[in-house]
């Protein structure tokens, strides 16, 4: 699993079992749970993606 380091030195690894995807109507990134295809979360600003989360 993917954690944050100490103060100032970021995440350690990327998140496990989650990808995101590019919603084609609202342009907003959306996390999947990889195991179970459900939609998890989205941003609520447009054009910037999950961080540590991979790209599908």
Do not use: I
């Given at each position: ?5 100490p ?14 995807v ?7 990134w ?27």
């Amino acid at each position: 699993m993917a954690k944050n380091g100490p103060k100032g030195h970021g995440r350690k690894g990327e998140v496990k079992k989650r990808s995101q995807v590019l919603s084609g109507r609202n342009k907003r990134w959306t996390k999947v749970d990889s195991k179970t295809g459900r939609f998890m979360d989205q941003l609520a600003k447009k054009g910037r993606a999950f961080k540590g989360v991979k790209m599908k």
